[in-house]
């Protein structure tokens, strides 16, 4: 249930200076929707995290240097989702994830190509996404993952001596983004989606950090439904953060 307009905080406002870097550029949807995407996009070799936070608040995303949001023709189903860490409280089903987790070692750690990393993202990917190109893992850190405009690392969840997830984040002291979790499929079981989050969430209030971004919700896309299941959040519509709970 979405609250009244009154209730609602609107976006920062971009400067004209900042919004002449970006262009529009077009290609095919990269959640499956047989139509056309539009991106509004720029890229940048250095940023400041004030510029960034603007940019998060008006629910642009990062892509190595670029930050983007999508502005697509007769399509308005990617909405920018954000949490206020102090304000959540765990339902009982990620409840029940946490304790069933309760062995993972969390280990923070710079963002770094290894092995053991490209591994596991590969093999997320040819299974989760029927992806079969050797150098997607790769591609995904040289291209997506790393980056010069913030201050980005891991967090590596591990069982034992198993890799069970690693998570990719954009960190600031007024902010949180959570950039891409890639995890072992056959540990599917634990629930590694929700679990993340609610190590971001602990992580967040562990470092007194007030906004958590989880980048796009898609109604109706099951892969993004546990998302919305985190509450309080608040969705970006028309320009403004709407809490729903």
């Not at 050797?134 to 069982?159: D, M, N, P």
Request: glycine residues 6%.
């Amino acid at each position: 249930m979405l609250p009244d307009a009154p209730q609602a905080i609107q976006a920062p406002q971009l400067s004209d200076e900042l919004q002449q870097h970006f262009g529009l550029v077009s290609s095919e949807c990269p959640y499956g929707l047989d139509q056309l995407a539009v991106y509004h996009q720029a890229g940048f070799m250095h940023m400041d995290n004030r510029t960034m936070g603007d940019l998060l608040a008006n629910g642009y995303r990062r892509n190595g240097n670029h930050m983007y949001t999508m502005q697509c023709p007769n399509c308005a189903l990617c909405v920018s989702i954000r949490l206020n860490p102090r304000e959540f409280r765990p339902n009982r089903n990620q409840r029940r994830v946490w304790r069933k987790n309760k062995d993972i070692v969390v280990q923070q750690a710079p963002l770094a190509m290894s092995q053991r990393s490209l591994f596991l993202l590969d093999k997320f990917l040819r299974i989760r996404f029927g992806n079969e190109r050797k150098q997607q893992a790769h591609s995904y850190y040289s291209h997506f993952f790393i980056t010069t405009i913030s201050t980005c690392f891991e967090l590596r969840y591990w069982a034992g001596s198993d890799l069970v997830g690693v998570a990719i984040i954009d960190t600031a002291p007024g902010w949180l983004n959570a950039v891409y979790f890639y995890f072992d499929p056959d540990q599917g079981w634990r629930s590694p989606g929700t679990f993340n989050i609610l190590n971001l969430v602990a992580f967040c209030n562990k470092h007194r950090i007030p906004r958590l971004y989880l980048g796009y919700w898609i109604d109706g896309l099951s892969e993004m439904a546990y998302k919305k299941a985190f509450k309080p959040h608040e969705l970006l519509l028309g320009g403004r953060w709407r809490q729903c709970s």
